[in-house]
């Protein structure tokens, strides 16, 4: 059966602490009590799009320990489908160390651990187990660029479509730009693109204008300002709804999974617009919640 939704990407434990206010360099604050949960890009983003009403298959590491294996189960119990997933025993399950302050912003410090060991070859494997015309992979960069890199060519080889969210910001090669269909990015992330000035939708829409010389559509999230979108014929400003903003780590996550379970789920006939509206109402909800991944009903 050719899946709709492959998720390339990272798998941590996220270890989170609650802080009246981040601390300065060389300063020890006392914080709540540790919040203990899955995470990791990929995997939070697998259970976005699982949870926006996608099935997706997902491909990355975890290491053969508790972490890794509470990690499947909960991806499983999400709706995702982890047969695919690698359990390696040479690296222990990606850790990521997290602060949210009161005002719901965040720092984040990720030790690799198994998502180092991603390999390209066995991605392309995988991908070709699955895929078809069709097909939506998204991704992300908290695996080696390689495996991304593949997945991206052996999807667009097989007539699918590449959903990359370029988070953390790094330099990647235009050949792998080129593949984008969405290319999702924050301001900053875009401004490392650019060498832009990003506060505003309207400069936001500037740079979408720009990188679409080099992807075949963007998307730029503004935080509360929601996202502008631009493709060949089409572009916009989707607003937020105003909420209370209790934690951000998992807005970015759910919005790129919501994004690509409605191309996914739409096929040939989605329209870009209608994807970012559903990230743009994900993203909001997100805020709303402590951690990265969503509650269970």
Not at 50 to 61: D, E, K, Q, S, Y
Not at 88 to 99: E, F, S, Y
Not at 153 to 164: A, Q, Y
């Amino acid at each position: 059966m050719t899946a709709s939704l492959i998720v390339l990407g990272s798998a941590n434990t996220d270890y989170t602490v609650l802080v009246e206010r981040h601390p300065l360099p060389g300063e020890t604050l006392l914080g709540d009590d540790l919040v203990v949960a899955t995470g990791g890009k990929g995997a939070n983003q697998a259970l976005a799009a699982a949870r926006a009403g996608a099935m997706p298959v997902f491909l990355g590491a975890v290491g053969d320990d508790g972490n890794g294996r509470q990690m499947l189960d909960a991806l499983g119990a999400g709706g995702v489908d982890v047969s695919s997933v690698a359990v390696v025993d040479d690296a222990p399950t990606g850790i990521a160390l997290i602060t949210v302050s009161r005002d719901g912003e965040n720092t984040i410090v990720v030790a690799a651990g198994a998502n180092a060991r991603v390999n390209a070859h066995e991605v392309e494997a995988g991908i070709r187990a699955v895929a078809g015309r069709g097909t939506v992979l998204l991704a992300q960069l908290e695996i080696p660029l390689a495996a991304v890199r593949t997945a991206a060519e052996t999807i667009d080889e097989l007539g699918g479509r590449t959903v990359l969210n370029l988070s953390p910001s790094r330099e990647v090669p235009d050949a792998l730009l080129a593949l984008c269909d969405p290319l999702i990015v924050n301001e900053a992330e875009a401004h490392d693109l650019t060498g832009l000035t990003i506060g505003t939708p309207d400069e936001a829409a500037a740079a979408a204008a720009v990188l679409l010389d080099r992807c075949r559509s963007v998307i730029i999230t503004l935080g509360g300002d929601g996202a502008v979108f631009a493709a060949p014929g089409a572009s916009g400003h989707l607003p937020a709804p105003r909420v209370t903003v209790v934690d951000t780590t998992g807005a970015g996550d759910a919005f790129a999974g919501a994004v690509a379970a409605e191309l996914a789920e739409s096929g040939a006939s989605a329209e870009l617009r209608t994807a970012v509206e559903r990230g743009v109402a994900a993203g909001a909800a997100a805020v709303q919640w402590l951690g990265a991944q969503p509650p269970r009903d």
